[in-house]
């Protein structure tokens, strides 16, 4: 569609604010284990939406895709709007904006497109009904919608051929070939799934109510391995080398090893973890409730990046990451530095 006209969004560029962060000092109550030397996040860049945002992807090309909906903040009673931008990650230009037909809980990108689930509550007549959308990062058009049924998706991943998407309403995980944009496969996991994470060999699926992260061999597209991570697993993701299951119940976070499939150690939070992107070895880490962006590296305490911010998801690629600022509708741009 284009780029969308400057009174449909306001994009704010703040090259090289002097915001820089350090992070010497760790998470309280997060044990005896060391902070990550070296490394601070100064904020490099904010674009600001008339929508509030909600959730962020960035693709290898560095363009950075944030799913809005005014369905979070209605006002005036003006009709719900709700829309998909592609961001120019390295020049700050929307490059693109496309309508949605409903709120979205998740985007990822890979395979070819944009994907992203949610539900749709508009018909009272019938039940709700998921939905998966995609979106052609080339040109910025939504080609593709496919009903998911009276299910509740909240999670997508792309890996090892497929689009993996969580419902945890129907118990379950659809595997979606990307070319025809249909079910290839639905696998059964209990436990209401409600996220999951793809890395090189397999897929992992937190399942809150039974307290378990599944593992899924995509040869046989069964969950044949699962480990027990703490209180309502609900956020899993992958990358250098382990898995990292947050816990809602516990407020803190599991460290799984991937091929032992057990707990290497546990991170303790003052709130839980409620979104993560791995950043190499490292994990970048959103507490919502606590209002603030932590660093995590492997065998050190979580440091504060940023405070005081209404985040609610991030995304990252390279030394960079996207948060989404839902109390300002904003999307912040943190770049992380070596002090060393």
Known sequence: MGRPASGD????WRLAVALAVSVAVAVPGCGDAPSAPGVEGE???EVSFDLPPGTVAVGDDGTV???ASSASRPSGGR???????????ERGTVVHEAALPHQMNDVAVGAGGVWMVGTDFRNEERPPQGTLVRLDP????????????????????????????TDSREDRVLRIDPEDVEVDRSIAVSGGPTSVAIDRRWAWVASPTTGVVHRIDPQTNVPSERVATGGLPSVVAA??????????ADEDLAVVDPDAVEVERTVDFASSPSRMAAVGERLAIVESEDQRLSLLAPGSDPVVLLED????????????????????????????????
């Open 65 to 67: 895709w944030v799913t």
């Open 138 to 165: 080339a040109t910025g058009r939504v080609t593709d919608r496919l009903d998911l049924g009276e299910g509740a998706p909240s999670s997508v991943a792309v890996g090892h051929g497929s689009v993996w998407v």
């Open 43 to 45: 904020v490099t860049a």
């Open 239 to 248: 990358g250098g080398g382990v898995v990292w299951v947050s816990n809602y």
């Open 79 to 89: 009709p719900f709007r709700h829309a998909v931008y592609g961001i120019d990650g």
């Open 9 to 12: 969004l306001r994009l704010t």
């Open 309 to 340: 911010r209404f985040f609610v998801d991030v995304a990252a690629r390279d030394s960079t990451l996207w948060v989404v600022d839902h109390g300002d509708d904003r999307l912040v741009r943190v770049t992380l530095r070596s002090t060393e």
